[in-house]
């Protein structure tokens, strides 16, 4: 499986928090700050990272050449030096949220309806620079205003401008994927009109399907309303991890399918704690019995023997259920019941049966579910946060030589080195190691 996840660098929403707080001055540097911020944050929940993550500025060579292959076939036109994606030229639109096109409502700002042929059509590429009234909504009243030079641009065959949001992400896809990808994941929020539009402009341009499974996440609650930075209603991860653990913060969202809503409160975070602990005292119980002297080869225990295989089983067909972790956490739970009756009732253990169960709650706690069974919490975390900011100075590196400004590539090589880090530099691109 190749995993992709891309990151937004270039969009309205964050040239309108330019100059607040210590995001930074530009588009640049507020995207830096937050995706630096993501990825840290990634770490910290000891999430697997994935093979790649491209920046939509990265990318912009690739939509050009997606937005003009979608005006050669008929399916975009221009329209004073913004081009749009035609929606009533393709057949199939609504059909992943199921609306009828006639019943959709207009897409975009205010502005660009002048300019499109169907309310519904949207933006593939904007002209010119960011305009103040497209972020004024999400700009703070007591910050000065942006003025139109603000927000990067780049040129194309229809002028100076900018990419649309849809479009940034079936370039990339495409990009480091194929023309069609077996599984998409996203917000429950982005079914219409991202994903809608992901679709639209992807098959359109291709003529094959763009994803063959739609995984969307219900969102996250909080008394009863939805957890959001507009509603200031929201923990951060980071405070999240620093108050609860990064254990009991896995085990609370692996109590809940990820379709369905699910609520942040304090009485679901005493649960997930409770779940853990139980979890943790159970495996910790049995690492002590499978190294005491009370655990034999011959002694078998078919009870707990039958529970073990149960829970291997139940666990594989709930997390094939559609990722039913809320099913394959309630196994690991019965898991933890049979092994402290067996070490809790006998005298002598089953040295096989304990050894098994350990390596289960290694394999489906930890790798699965990625619980710290066998390392310290938030052990993996911090290695893989290190590698990634190594990875982010040497993505910053590639850049500087590309520009040819190799005095400051040389610098940033020195710099890691005198950290520890050694670079090398091959045909397939830099690597490194730890020293």
Same mark, same amino acid.
């Given at each position: 499986?190749?995993?992709?996840?891309?990151?937004t660098?270039?969009?309205?929403?964050?040239?309108?928090?330019?100059?607040?707080?210590?995001?930074?001055?530009?588009?640049?540097?507020?995207?830096?700050?937050?995706?630096?911020h993501?990825?840290e944050?990634?770490?910290?929940?000891?999430?697997k990272?994935?093979?790649v993550? %491209?920046r939509?500025?990265?990318?912009? %060579?690739?939509?050009?050449d997606?937005?003009? &292959?979608?005006?050669?076939?008929?399916?975009?036109? !221009?329209?004073?030096? *913004?081009?749009?994606f035609?929606? &009533?030229?393709?057949?199939?639109?609504?059909?992943?949220?199921?609306?009828?096109?006639d019943?959709?409502?207009?897409?975009?700002?205010?502005?660009?309806?002048?300019?499109k042929?169907?309310?519904?059509?949207?933006a593939?590429?904007?002209?010119?620079a960011?305009?103040p009234?497209?972020i004024?909504?999400?700009?703070?009243?007591d910050?000065?205003? #942006?003025?139109?030079a603000?927000?990067q641009?780049?040129e194309s %065959?229809?002028?100076?401008?900018?990419?649309?949001?849809?479009?940034e992400? *079936?370039?990339?896809s495409?990009?480091?994927?194929?023309?069609? #990808?077996? #599984?998409?994941?996203?917000?429950?929020?982005?079914?219409? %009109?991202?994903?809608?539009?992901?679709i639209?402009?992807?098959?359109?341009?291709t003529?094959?399907?763009f994803?063959?499974?739609? $995984?969307?996440?219900?969102?996250?609650?909080t008394?009863?309303?939805?957890?959001? +930075?507009s509603?200031?209603?929201? $923990? &951060?991860?980071?405070?999240?991890?620093?108050?609860?653990?990064?254990?009991?913060?896995?085990t609370?969202?692996? +109590?809940?399918?990820?379709? +369905? =809503?699910q609520t942040?409160?304090? /009485?679901?975070?005493?649960?997930?704690? =409770?779940r853990? @602990?139980?979890?943790?005292r159970?495996y910790e119980?049995?690492? /002590?019995?499978?190294? +005491?002297t009370?655990?034999?080869a011959?002694v =078998? @225990?078919?009870?707990?023997?039958?529970?073990?295989?149960?829970?291997?089983?139940?666990?594989?067909?709930?997390m094939?259920?559609?990722?039913?972790v809320?099913?394959?956490?309630?196994?690991?739970?019965?898991?933890?019941?049979?092994?402290?009756?067996?070490?809790d @009732?006998?005298?002598?253990?089953?040295?096989?049966? $304990?050894?098994?169960?350990?390596?289960?709650?290694? !394999?489906?706690?930890?790798?699965?579910?990625?619980?710290?069974?066998?390392?310290e919490?938030g052990?993996?975390?911090?290695?893989?946060?290190?590698?990634? $900011?190594?990875?982010?100075?040497?993505?910053?590196?590639e850049?500087e030589?590309?520009?040819?400004?190799? =005095?400051?590539?040389?610098d940033?090589?020195?710099?890691?080195?005198?950290l520890?880090?050694?670079?090398?530099?091959?045909?397939?691109?830099p &690597?490194?190691r730890?020293?």
């Amino acid at each position: 499986m190749r995993h992709v996840e891309n990151f937004t660098d270039v969009n309205e929403k964050i040239v309108a928090r330019i100059g607040e707080d210590d995001f930074g001055d530009s588009e640049e540097d507020v995207a830096e700050y937050f995706t630096s911020h993501v990825i840290e944050d990634m770490r910290g929940l000891n999430l697997k990272r994935a093979e790649v993550y %491209p920046r939509v500025s990265e990318h912009v %060579p690739e939509i050009v050449d997606l937005v003009e &292959t979608l005006v050669e076939r008929g399916y975009a036109y !221009e329209s004073n030096g *913004s081009v749009y994606f035609d929606v &009533t030229a393709f057949e199939d639109y609504g059909k992943l949220s199921n609306q009828r096109l006639d019943e959709i409502e207009s897409q975009g700002v205010e502005d660009e309806r002048s300019e499109k042929r169907h309310p519904a059509d949207f933006a593939l590429w904007k002209a010119g620079a960011v305009d103040p009234d497209d972020i004024a909504e999400h700009r703070h009243a007591d910050l000065p205003a #942006i003025d139109d030079a603000c927000g990067q641009t780049w040129e194309s %065959p229809w002028g100076e401008g900018r990419p649309g949001w849809h479009v940034e992400c *079936s370039a990339m896809s495409m990009t480091h994927l194929d023309e069609t #990808i077996d #599984i998409h994941v996203g917000g429950r929020d982005l079914v219409f %009109p991202h994903h809608e539009n992901e679709i639209a402009q992807s098959e359109a341009a291709t003529g094959q399907q763009f994803a063959r499974y739609w $995984l969307h996440v219900g969102l996250l609650q909080t008394a009863g309303d939805k957890m959001s +930075s507009s509603l200031g209603n929201f $923990l &951060t991860v980071s405070d999240a991890l620093e108050e609860y653990g990064v254990d009991v913060v896995r085990t609370f969202y692996c +109590s809940t399918g990820y379709r +369905s =809503e699910q609520t942040f409160g304090e /009485d679901e975070m005493r649960e997930a704690e =409770e779940r853990w @602990d139980r979890l943790e005292r159970a495996y910790e119980a049995a690492v /002590d019995a499978c190294d +005491s002297t009370d655990a034999y080869a011959k002694v =078998e @225990d078919d009870e707990f023997r039958e529970a073990l295989a149960e829970t291997r089983e139940s666990f594989r067909a709930a997390m094939n259920d559609d990722f039913n972790v809320r099913e394959a956490m309630a196994a690991l739970l019965e898991l933890a019941t049979a092994s402290n009756r067996h070490v809790d @009732d006998n005298d002598a253990y089953d040295y096989w049966a $304990l050894r098994e169960t350990v390596e289960a709650f290694e !394999e489906l706690g930890g790798d699965v579910f990625g619980l710290s069974f066998g390392r310290e919490a938030g052990e993996e975390g911090t290695v893989t946060l290190a590698e990634d $900011l190594v990875d982010l100075v040497l993505e910053i590196r590639e850049a500087e030589r590309e520009a040819g400004n190799y =005095e400051r590539a040389d610098d940033l090589r020195d710099d890691l080195a005198a950290l520890g880090v050694e670079v090398h530099d091959g045909d397939d691109g830099p &690597t490194f190691r730890f020293e």
